[in-house]
Each structure stands twice: as C-alpha cells, then as structure tokens.
C-alpha cells in the first residue's frame, strides 16, 4: 500500500483531532447538563482515540514515512501527545467512576490538549 502524500494526510489528522479537543471544549462548557456533558466528551474520546490508532498504524505499522519542520518540535510533541493520551484515560476514568477530582483533570486535560495540537501544527505541517 502507497503512503497518502503528507498533504492529504496531515490535515484530515488535524481535522480529526481539532474535533476531539472541539468536542472536549464543548463537554467542559456544558458540565452542567450531564447527558449532554458526556455526550460530547465520548464522541471526542473516540476521535481521540481513533486519531491515535490512525497514527501508530501508519507510523508503527505501515511505516510511512513522517515529513516534520522541526526534529526539537516533534519529540516534544510526542512527549505531549503521551501525556495528554493518558491525561484523557485518567480524565474519562474519573468520569466514569464519578470521581470528584473529575472536574479538576478536566481542567488539565484542555490546555494539554491545545499544546499538544499546536506543537503537532507546527512540527508536522508541511510547508
């Protein structure tokens, strides 16, 4: 199987995972309202998630080739992607469970999350 070219693939990645923090951004304003609160907070755990098995596949798996900008960039968005991977497990755990210190991780996870896909923007968007 031919790699898709980094200009096709980047971008619906991105795609992918801005609607994962679109959804997790929505999930925190609407905390209030529990069904509509775990509604989106699911749907953006599974874009997360599948966003993610997209990523190791390609990259483990198939082993396509990676374009970046910057090496320095890219490890630590990967240092941030692990963080934020199991910042988000932890987070809908807690969730789950009706942990109290649920609100709390929430308010970590976002602006990991937002870091995470800025340093993945700028590291990885081919120019």
């Given at each position: 199987m031919a790699p898709l070219p980094p200009a096709l693939l980047y971008p619906v990645y991105l795609l992918v995972m801005?609607?994962?923090?679109?959804?997790?951004v929505r999930a925190y304003r609407s905390r209030k309202d529990t069904r509509r609160h775990m509604?989106?907070?699911l749907t953006g755990l599974a874009l997360d998630l599948a966003g993610t098995l997209v990523v190791l596949l390609v990259h483990r798996v198939l082993q396509w080739p990676w374009d970046y900008n910057d090496l320095e960039v890219v490890h630590w968005h990967r240092r941030a992607a692990y963080v934020s991977s199991g910042l988000l497990l932890l987070t809908a755990f807690a969730g789950w469970r009706r942990l109290p210190w649920h609100p709390w991780l929430g308010r970590i996870l976002l602006p990991t999350y937002a870091v995470t896909l800025a340093l993945a923007l700028y590291g990885y968007w081919p120019y």
């Open positions: 801005g609607g994962a923090f679109a959804c997790f509604r989106l907070a």
